[in-house]
């Protein structure tokens, strides 16, 4: 089994981007492999609870990250986060893309 980290920057609002990447996290975890989505810079405006934005990542078994500063820089408390998102430093990201059999994708 491949771990695949898909890292999302884009503005959820702004770009189509976070919509094809949803999709591709979501097969491949169909297909059987470990996915985990981390949010960064404005990709963090999709983890907060009002948008609604993750239910089908979620509903599809990825694991859901944001960048801790990130959230920070753009007002975002814990409280306002969807429950399957975990806040996360950018070390824990470093981890995971440094691990065995991990394919970190960009988007």
Request: avoid cysteine; hydrophobic fraction near 40%; glycine fraction near 6%.
């Amino acid at each position: 089994m491949i771990r695949y980290v898909f890292i999302q920057s884009r503005d959820p609002f702004e770009a189509r981007e976070p919509q094809f990447l949803e999709e591709t996290a979501i097969a491949v975890k169909e297909r059987g492999h470990d996915v985990t989505v981390f949010l960064v810079q404005n990709g963090v405006l999709a983890a907060r609870q009002s948008t609604h934005r993750l239910e089908r990542l979620t509903q599809a078994g990825v694991t859901l990250l944001a960048d801790d500063l990130s959230l920070r820089e753009r007002g975002i408390t814990n409280e306002e986060l969807a429950p399957s998102v975990q806040e996360s430093g950018i070390g824990a990201l470093v981890d995971a893309i440094v691990q065995e059999n991990t394919k970190a994708i960009w988007h």
